[in-house]
């Protein structure tokens, strides 16, 4: 695949491997840039009892047409800092975004 090398994407195989920096509790979920190396998302959802967690899953999985469990979070269950892999995504929302 021809793509752009970015700090925050990683193909491994045919997987993807994000590093995001999560601003969860925001007005709305989307995609805000990149801070530090990292796709910065921001979140709706508050970061109490893994809702923050849960919804970014919920996100992406939405945005590579995958089902929940195709998205696993790698990294940073109680931190912004996250890694995050999307099993075998159906659609690359990522090369568009920054």
Known sequence: MNE????WRREDGDDL???LHVQPGAKKTEIQGVHDGALKIRLAAPPVDGKANQALRRFL???FGVGLHAVTLKHGQNSRHKV???KAPTKRPDQQWV
């Not at 752009?4 to 700090?7: M, S």
Request: net charge neutral.
């Open 61 to 63: 999985a939405d945005a």
């Open 4 to 7: 752009q090398t970015v700090p």
């Open 17 to 19: 491997v994000l590093t």
């Open 84 to 86: 995050v892999r999307v």
